[in-house]
Each structure stands twice: as C-alpha cells, then as structure tokens.
C-alpha cells in the first residue's frame, strides 16, 4: 500500500473484519478467570460466615455442657454425702459409658469429630443431648422421623404428636416469613442453612429458635435425611452480628449459579 488514503482505508477494513478466533478464545478466557475469581471471592465470605455460625453453635452447645458437667459435679457430691459408703459404687454404676467429653473440652477436637462422617455427626449429637431432629426427604412434605428427648423437651409435645409432621408446625404468628424462605430455599438447594426465627411450643408460648439444617447424603451424594438442631436462645445476636454470621446467602448462591450457568 502506497499511497496514505489506501492504507487509512486497509485500516478501516481491518476493523470492520470481525474478531480473529485467538481474540475471542482471549477474551473468553478472560471472561472466565474473572467469574472463577468472583466465585473465590463468594466463597471465601460464605466459608468465613458458616466458620461463624459453627462457632457460635459449638460454643452454646459448650456452655450448656459445661454447666450440666457442673451440675452433675454437684450431684455426685450429694450422692457422696448421702450414701456414705455406698455412694462411690452407685456413681460407678450411673457413669458406665458416661458423656463423651469431647464437645465440651475442645472445641477443635469437637468439630473434627464432626466433619468425619454423618455417622459420627449423629453419634455426637446424642451424646451432647441437644434438640435434634431427623427428617425424610423422600416422603411427601418431609416428615420427622426421628426426634432426639431434647426436641421432646424443648417443644412440650410427645414423640407421637411429632413424628411424621413437618417441622413448620412449630411457626406461628410472628414467625418471619423471610427466615422461614431462607430455610426453605436452602433445603430445596440440599446446603447447609441456619437461621434466628420464632417458634411455639405445644403451650402456644414462643421462643427464639437458633435452627441449622444439614443435608445427610449417602454414598452417592444423594440427600437422604435431614438432620435439624434447635437451639432455644434468650435473645437472637445484635443486628450488627447476626449481618456478619449471616449475611444474605441466598444472594451469593444465586450469583454463584449465574456464574455457573454463565460459564458453562
Ligand atoms: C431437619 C429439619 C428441621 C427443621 N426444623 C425447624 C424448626 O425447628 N423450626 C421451624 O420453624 N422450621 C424448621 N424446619 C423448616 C420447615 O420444616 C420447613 O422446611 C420450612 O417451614 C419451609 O418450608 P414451607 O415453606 O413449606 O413451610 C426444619 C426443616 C428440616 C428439614
């Protein structure tokens, strides 16, 4: 190209061409690598948040062990000055294949133990007695079929009035709807949710109920169970706290599965 005018013109032509395939193949790359990092990024605040939300559960479940263990410090003392003689025999009797220590000791210990496998999720969970529940997805409006004595006392009803029921009899009028959709959507998504709502038990009195379910899988993968813990607390955590333990995440699932869908 000689003269200045062709070559403005190749120029013009040149852009006008569409993208060479190496261009797109980039651009698509880096399209790529900048959702991956987004997804990082989500997932970091969504490890950190159920980080959160773990601790805050092992270290109620801790207190309350620490003050039965106390309590049952000062029964045995009791036994002692009662039965004299006797009494180190009957206390032999009564702690053969006593409480586990293991959630009330150390915490780290604790949640090992927990991520092993459901079987031993399950097997701690009876030990440390707390309300729990088992549900069945695979029966119409998973029902409950198993309630731990903790759920039995917590809720004032018997184990024949609960099983197969689902859960949402415990709302009632100022149980909030958002919290229950959180619950909802995060059972249908098969993920671990927790969430603070109201609750009533069978006098019709309400409390603030701390509830985590988790998905039970089998072998491959599939959802079988659901296990539900209920944690009555005074009060749920300041608005400030409860932001950072909970946050919204249903917002980063929904962008992750855009992503996901984006990126496929
Ligand atoms: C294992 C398990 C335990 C649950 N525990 C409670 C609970 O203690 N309190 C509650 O209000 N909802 C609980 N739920 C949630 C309800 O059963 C139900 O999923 C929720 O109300 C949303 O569904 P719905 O919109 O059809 O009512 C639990 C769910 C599961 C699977």
Known sequence: ITS??????????????PPSSTALTKKRTHNKEEQQQKRRER???????????????????????????????????????????RGPRILADCCRGGLSPV???????????????????MKALQTSQPAFCVTDPTLADCPIV????????LTGY??????????????GPDTDPDAVGKLRRGIEAGRDTSVFLRNYNASGESFWNFVFVSPLRNAEGKVINYVG?????????????????????????????EDDAASM
Do not use: W
Request: net charge positive; with cysteine; glycine share 4%.
């Open 146 to 153: 198993y309630a731990s004595d903790g759920f039995i006392a």
């Open 43 to 85: 997932n970091r605040v969504l490890a950190k948040r159920t980080r959160l939300r773990k601790k805050f559960m092992f270290q109620s479940l801790q207190t309350q062990v620490s003050s039965l263990h106390m309590e049952n410090e000062r029964l045995k003392e009791i036994v002692i000055k009662r039965c004299g003689d």
């Open 158 to 171: 018997s184990r024949a009035q609960v099983l197969g029921r689902n859960c949402r009899f415990l709302q």
């Open 4 to 17: 200045p005018y062709a070559a403005a013109a190749a120029a013009a032509a040149l852009k006008a061409l």
């Open 229 to 257: 813990i209920q944690h009555p607390v005074d009060n749920p955590p300041a608005p400030d706290v409860l932001e950072i333990m909970m946050g919204d995440s249903d917002d980063i699932y929904d962008d992750a599965d």
């Open 103 to 121: 959630v009330a000791s150390c915490t780290r210990q604790a949640t090992a133990l927990l991520q092993r496998s459901d079987f031993l999720l």
